[in-house]
């Protein structure tokens, strides 16, 4: 079987590391660098939480590279409130020796383009920041990637930062709307489809069950945010953002999706990070992104638990 080749970029964040897990327990894929970006909480942590969660994993080889310590423009948030001020809710991971490598995020994933052309799937889990500054450094990257699949923005639901906007694309609207028009193959998972995504309490519990640290360190941080998720959306478990990004990659078959226009509003005192779906409107504007809106969840929680299990 041939392999997923993956770069991932991401800012952990709880479900950063739940996602991580998985890439690294999933069969068929290989993760080819690990990149930190400024988001959940600040690089001077997601850097330090990414080093820490490859050590932990088991994919030390992996190499880490550091991105963008802040936005293109504009202001800097962080989600601590969900997060805590470590980014994994105060849940220390295993001491380790690992060490960030001097390249770049935006180089790094470059070179790598370069050494497997159309075989490289970008996984997004964070702001875009990383992701444009690569693009607009190296013009070729778009044409390089097999595709890339992010986390982020809200199509037909509310935003979960602003009433318009999705954290992800809120904390770095120029980024999100450059990495949107610069011709790469863009999957966009938003909360449309992530907020469906979710373990319920029984299958944390018998994930908790499965043995391993990694699933039991998984099961722990994703079931904290239980009772946001019920009080927060509604929803009797804990929603799983990035790791819903992470299995379209590798079970696209669970999910629904469409063709589409996708841009961001960079300006808007009230819409500012709105990301603007041309799905279903008359516009029929030229699509530039594949639009995944649904999931079926009872299937996805299955195929999180049959991963896990091999952690």
Not at 6 to 11: E, W
Not at 44 to 50: A, G, I
Not at 174 to 194: H, I, K, Q, S
Request: hydrophobic share 45%; charged share 20%.
């Amino acid at each position: 079987m041939d392999k997923k080749l993956l770069f991932i970029d991401c800012d952990p964040g709880v479900d950063d590391a739940a996602a991580l897990l998985m890439a690294a327990a999933a069969p068929g894929v290989q993760i080819l660098g690990l990149s930190a970006v400024a988001g959940n909480v600040p690089l001077e942590r997601t850097l330090p939480n990414t080093l820490a969660l490859a050590a932990f994993m088991g994919t030390e080889e992996v190499p880490v590279y550091a991105g963008a310590s802040g936005p293109i423009s504009g202001p800097a948030i962080t989600a601590v409130h969900v997060h805590g001020e470590d980014g994994l809710r105060g849940h220390e991971l295993p001491p380790h020796n690992l060490k960030a490598r001097e390249e770049t995020a935006w180089d790094a994933l470059y070179r790598e383009a370069l050494a497997h052309p159309g075989e490289v799937t970008l996984l997004a889990l964070g702001p875009l920041t990383n992701v444009a500054i690569a693009f607009a450094k190296h013009p070729r990257l778009p044409e390089l990637l097999k595709e890339v699949v992010l986390m982020g923005g809200a199509a037909a639901v509310p935003g979960n930062v602003s009433p318009a906007a999705e954290f992800n694309i809120l904390a770095d609207p120029a980024a999100a709307e450059a990495v949107f028009r610069a011709g790469a193959r863009v999957v966009v998972c938003p909360l449309d489809v992530t907020e469906k995504s979710y373990l319920t309490p029984e299958e944390l519990e018998e994930l908790a069950g499965q043995g391993s640290a990694q699933a039991r360190y998984f099961a722990t941080v994703m079931g904290e945010t239980v009772p946001w998720c019920q009080e927060g959306y509604g929803v009797n478990g804990a929603i799983l953002h990035d790791p819903a990004a992470l299995m379209y990659v590798l079970q696209p078959g669970l999910f629904t999706g469409k063709k589409c226009w996708i841009g961001v509003e960079t300006q808007g005192q009230v819409s500012r990070g709105k990301t603007v779906c041309d799905a279903f409107s008359d516009a029929k504007k030229e699509p530039n992104c594949t639009l995944v809106y649904d999931v079926d969840r009872p299937a996805f929680g299955r195929a999180v638990l049959d991963i896990m299990a091999r952690s």
